[in-house]
């Protein structure tokens, strides 16, 4: 079974920055042939996209919200996925879930995704 286990998310003030990891592991788990996703979830409001990539990471999908500020990226040695996180705005504020699913392709789609972390929590101050 594929366990995720997101981290690094805390308290950060307007305009700073914060990378949230998401280590997956599993006794038949691989990175590899994986397509990956970041959503989060604000208090109140429904769960929205944030970021995806494919296998390989050659093709990402942001969303408008995010573009330019936030990037996906992995570390197939480490079976580890980021979020890298810039230019934080009080907006963000939300409990971010790494997502995996055992597909070749990356999707905006929360219900396409197969597993997921616990989420951690970003806190950004005005």
């Known amino acids: 079974q594929v366990q995720l286990v997101e981290s690094g998310g805390r308290l950060v003030q307007a305009g700073g920055s914060l990378r949230l990891s998401c280590a997956a592991s599993g006794r038949t788990f691989s990175i590899y042939q994986m397509a990956w996703g970041w959503f989060r979830q604000a208090p109140g409001k429904e769960r929205e996209f944030v970021a995806a990539n494919n296998w390989s990471g050659g093709t990402t999908y942001y969303a408008d919200s995010v573009k330019g500020r936030f990037t996906i990226s992995r570390d197939n040695s480490k079976n580890t996925v980021y979020l890298q996180m810039n230019s934080l705005k009080s907006e963000d504020t939300a409990v971010y879930y790494c997502?995996?699913?055992?597909?070749?392709?990356?999707?905006?789609?929360?219900?396409?995704?197969?597993?997921w972390g616990q989420g951690t929590q970003v806190t950004v101050s005005s």
């Open positions: 997502a995996g699913r055992a597909s070749l392709s990356a999707t905006t789609d929360l219900n396409a995704y197969d597993y």
